[in-house]
């Protein structure tokens, strides 16, 4: 699987053969390819007035193009302030509390994020061609679409190891600029241009994928709120800058701990494994109806219910596992 972060031609461009070389190079004799792009036909258009905008068919003539438009500016930083809200409100009614849930659209944001994800796995298993995804700057929803779709595809990356190293080379490396996208919290009135809860939605999709296999993870729930509490507040420096040459520039490695290495140790590494975990070696095909997308309530809802029993039943589960 692919990801590009530029249009590879434009009207205000020359035109790049060297990028159609390397990618009718990818391609066996005969064989096709997948771009899927992440913006909207309309959005694209509109980039061609920057230069920017879309490849030319007749350029890759064996590539077909894909449009499956994610949201990843305010529109979403929006969607998330006002699930908070209302999260943050018990006494709603229930007419009251569906109707805002909906309104704030964040489960459409999760449904249409696991699409497109099972868009691009579908490719490259069902179809054995190559996929490219393709975004406005990808660092954000090309980052998403590609990482899930590693997840939903390979059973390594669903190890707690993997996972990590998933998260290092897909989300860290590849520069997704968490300073400017986590600069803030969703109740802060403050909410800058660019801030944009990207992160929070891949977690989001893979709690639905361990909601969906509770076999096939082999990490927990509890993995996925400690990494969200620290792309938003952590004491390590793995989450800050925004790529790799500010963090080279800041010296972060020098001068902080690394996330991953705590999580790695062996006492602190038990507390996220999945007890009731079996290798599955199959590729997890989730649901994305509307029926089966839940509310993530261990996250959106954990400061105003108790997770006491909830974390009592986990660890009983774990005891039992453990006997057996």
């Given at each position: 699987m692919l990801r590009s972060s530029q249009p590879l031609t434009g009207p205000n461009r020359r035109?790049?053969?060297?990028?159609?070389?390397?990618?009718?190079?990818?391609l066996e004799r005969d064989a096709r390819g997948f771009i899927v792009d992440t913006r909207s036909a309309q959005a694209a258009k509109q980039a061609r007035m920057s230069g920017g905008g879309t490849e030319h068919k007749a350029s890759y003539p064996r590539w077909r193009r894909l449009h499956r438009?994610?949201?990843?500016?305010?529109?979403?930083q929006e969607s998330f302030a006002r699930l908070v809200e209302t999260c943050a409100e018990p006494s709603l009614s229930m007419e009251r509390w569906l109707g805002r849930l909906e309104s704030s659209r964040w489960l459409s944001h999760v449904q249409a994020a696991l699409s497109t994800a099972c868009l691009?796995?579908?490719?490259?298993d069902r179809e054995e061609s190559h996929?490219?995804?393709?975004?406005?700057e990808g660092t954000d929803t090309t980052l998403l679409v590609t990482a899930l779709a590693q997840v939903i595809l390979d059973p390594t990356c669903r190890t707690l190891q993997g996972f990590l190293g998933l998260l290092e080379r897909e989300w860290i490396q590849a520069g997704h600029p968490f300073h400017l996208r986590c600069a803030r919290s969703a109740y802060s009135h403050a909410r800058l241009k660019q801030e944009a809860p990207l992160f929070l939605l891949f977690l989001d999709c893979v709690w639905q994928l361990s909601r969906q296999f509770p076999f096939s993870l082999e990490f927990g729930e509890g993995l996925l709120l400690t990494l969200f509490d620290n792309a938003?507040?952590?004491?390590?420096?793995t989450f800050l800058c925004n790529n790799e040459k500010e963090r080279s520039l800041c010296k972060?490695?020098?001068n902080t701990h690394s996330l991953w290495a705590w999580l790695s140790q062996p006492q602190?590494?038990?507390?996220?494994?999945n007890p009731l975990y079996s290798h599955n070696a199959l590729v997890i095909w989730p649901s994305v109806e509307p029926q089966s997308i839940q509310l993530w309530q261990g996250l959106f809802l954990r400061w105003i219910r108790p997770s006491q029993h909830l974390d009592e039943a986990w660890a009983e589960i774990q005891r039992l596992?453990?006997?057996n």
């Open positions: 035109r790049s053969r060297e990028d159609e070389a390397l990618l009718s190079a990818v438009p994610l949201e990843r500016g305010r529109p979403l691009a796995a579908q490719g490259v996929v490219l995804v393709h975004g406005a938003y507040a952590s004491a390590y420096g972060v490695k020098e602190e590494r038990q507390k996220f494994l596992v453990e006997e």
